[in-house]
């Protein structure tokens, strides 16, 4: 147990107990000998002002009750755990959203290494220690990141101009913010459009530009969002309409009977050692994608819709090797 630790447990231990503590029962609770205690305790009173002191009564330590209010250590107290734990979620939104509170967390990131360097615990360890791999992410402006951010948390509606990238449009909407989604390391605003007068989901990186208009934003209840976004598969939601078949070789089903590909999705191995998994959709943008990644490995059983959606876009794809269609000595694939 670092110095650190020891004297947070130490305020604990006194701030807690109504009966002044015993030098033998703070030596067990501390993992430490006599001469530490006595260290920490100077330390305290030393550094931090701790009210200590002893009584000869109950032969034991308590703080002093004369000051009126029950002493706390200064300032915001962590332990060595808890600072790393810290510096690891800054690192973690550093990665998501770079340079999103560099100007704001920066200062304190600072104070908390040099507290960790001067106690020999380490500077800079969860930089060099933890990676973070970002794949297939698209930049959002930080400007425009506080502003949704800001109006989700005060619960202002927002003004945005909107660029679609399946129609190529750009619309205007009124939106009432809902929470804020990090999924397939991208940015996405769930809302409610008052244009469309329904529950939307906006990519931030396609938010033109956006304003807080000042209204109230329209609340809609926790359960209410969770049945509309986490019903069908992906970021695409909606109304389950449809639910996907779909059987891995063996070989895949070592890796895929351990995903969750949805909350509601159903799953079995089969005789000849092939796995079944069924999926709930809505939307098959984003499950044809997923499909397709695993090759040969998958066979899409049903519906006959989405087997056809990636029928042709396998089609499509061999399309673009030419000198690949005839190897077997057979023509093109044909329905």
Known sequence: MDRFTR????????????????HTVLQKKLECTRATVNRVIRAMRLYFNAPIEYDRGHNGYHYSKTEGHP??????????????????SEQLLAEAQPGLLDDVIAPVKSRIE?????????????????????????ATDNERFRTVAGALLQRQRLGIRYHGRGRDQ????????QRLVHYRDNWY??????KAKALRTFALERIVDAAQ?????RNVVERELNAYFTRSYGIFSGHPGHTAVLRFTAERARWVAEEQ????????????????????????RELVMDVLRHGPDVEVLGPAELRREVASRLREALERYPEMRNLSGEGPVND
Do not use: N
Not at 71 to 88: D, Q, R
Not at 170 to 177: C, G, H, Q
Not at 213 to 217: K, N, Q
């Open 114 to 138: 040099h507290i960790l360097a001067a106690e020999h615990l380490g500077s800079g360890e969860v930089a060099k220690r933890v990676r973070i791999l970002r794949m297939a992410g698209r």
């Open 261 to 284: 590909w949805h909350p509601q999705q159903e799953g079995r191995f089969l005789e000849s050692g092939s796995y079944e998994l069924r999926v709930p959709y809505s939307d098959a």
């Open 170 to 177: 750009t619309t205007e909407r009124e939106i009432s913010p």
């Open 7 to 22: 004297i947070f447990r130490l305020h604990q231990i006194l701030a807690t107990h109504r009966h002044p503590v015993s």
């Open 71 to 88: 002493y706390e250590l200064p300032g915001l107290w962590l332990t060595p755990s808890e600072l790393y734990a810290l510096l690891a």
């Open 213 to 217: 208009r000042g209204a109230a934003a």
């Open 189 to 194: 605003l769930d809302a409610w459009c008052h």
